[in-house]
T-cell receptor
Framework: GEDVEQSLFLSVREGDSSVINCTYT??????LYWYKQEPGAGLQLLTY?????DMKQDQRLTVLLNKKDKHLSLRIADTQTGDSAIYFC??????????FGTGTRLTVIP | GAVVSQHPSRVICKSGTSVKIECRSL??????MFWYRQFPKQSLMLMAT?????????EQGVEKDKFLINHASLTLSTLTVTSAHPEDSSFYIC??????????????FGPGTRLTVL
């Protein structure tokens, strides 16, 4: 089945940029998503990217997709303490299920 | 954006009892709802997919007689954990999707329900 992997932890200083990486195995992926989960809460959709796009920017968030290497990244500019959370990448084909990565716990140090 | 609610947010029950968790899409009609289970510090594992008015499709390894799913309307799905045991303690999250073919058919997630079985 689909395998989506992320590094488990990332620490950055407030004001720096954060880059969270994700690799996936399904070459037929149509959409790739980034979700944020705060403690004790459900998942909040942050952004998504079509598989035929290389980059998408949305305010402080930049998503880069390297389809050849099946590598997805999320860059958060000017990281704030409120950005501390677990970030999940997810691979989906729209009509079918989402396959979630293991999640990356981002800690922002004041 | 689309809002999905879950009720209750937290429940503690005794072993052997049944617990019902509700998932509602508040401002859109959800043709499909998903139920996930999340263990501490782990990713979400899909349990089942349900389409309004039809039987849920369960993932391999998920007991359909233990986790009863009902999707009776376009805004409500329920998950009933029957004869709950301590190993069923987990964080249950539902998601809802309006359609099936468009990029806008994203899954919107509820806030989750923390189930603790004593």
């Amino acid at each position: 089945g689909e395998d989506v992997e992320q590094s488990l932890f990332l620490s950055v200083r407030e004001g720096d940029s954060s880059v969270i990486n994700c690799t996936y195995t399904d070459s037929s992926s149509t959409y790739l998503y980034w979700y944020k989960q705060e403690p004790g809460a459900g998942l909040q959709l942050l952004t998504y990217i079509f598989s035929n796009m290389d980059m998408k920017q949305d305010q402080r968030l930049t998503v880069l997709l390297n389809k050849k290497d099946k590598h997805l990244s999320l860059r958060i500019a000017d990281t704030q303490t409120g950005d501390s959370a677990i970030y999940f990448c997810a691979d989906g084909t729209g009509a079918n299920n989402l396959f979630f990565g293991t999640g990356t716990r981002l800690t922002v140090i004041p | 954006g689309a809002v999905v609610s879950q009720h209750p947010s937290r429940v503690i029950c005794k072993s052997g009892t049944s617990v019902k968790i509700e998932c509602r899409s508040l401002d859109f009609q959800a043709t499909t709802m998903f139920w996930y289970r999340q263990f501490p510090k782990q990713s979400l594992m899909l349990m089942a997919t349900s389409n309004e008015g039809s039987k849920a499709t369960y993932e391999q390894g998920v007991e359909k007689d233990k986790f009863l799913i009902n999707h009776a309307s376009l805004t409500l799905s329920t998950l009933t954990v029957t004869s709950a045991h301590p190993e069923d303690s987990s964080f249950y999250i539902c998601s809802a999707r309006a359609g099936t073919q468009s990029v806008l058919d994203t899954q919107y997630f509820g806030p989750g329900t923390r189930l603790t079985v004593l």
